[in-house]
């Protein structure tokens, strides 16, 4: 079975493990990274980061964006997204057609 990990703030990704998943809360960026290598390491599939915590440790995740896992997936904490994970979801639609056909500029 493929591993499934959260990494961000221990109150929003609590409730991931009631539904099986591993969940690492943390404070500190470069605990984050620390957890992020160890569990791409071990093999794990998919790591959810908060937006939060994803944008503090950028470079790692771009360490990981060609290597087929694991796929690191930018989600909103309990507070609300602050659009770091639709930038880049919007910056690699641009990278793979070449133009901005799905915000159009917005």
Not at 27 to 42: E, S
């Amino acid at each position: 079975m493929s591993k499934v990990a959260v990494i961000g703030d221990r109150d929003s990704i609590l409730g991931f493990k009631a539904i099986g998943l591993s969940v690492y809360p943390v404070t500190d960026p470069d605990k984050a990274v620390g957890i992020i290598h160890r569990l791409a390491r071990d093999g794990c599939s998919v790591i959810f980061i908060t937006e939060q915590v994803a944008e503090r440790v950028k470079e790692t995740i771009d360490r990981y964006k060609t290597a087929p896992y694991p796929a690191i997936i930018p989600i909103p904490n309990n507070e609300g997204t602050t659009g770091f994970g639709l930038r880049g979801v919007r910056a690699n639609v641009e990278k793979a057609i070449g133009a901005d056909i799905i915000f159009r500029g917005q």
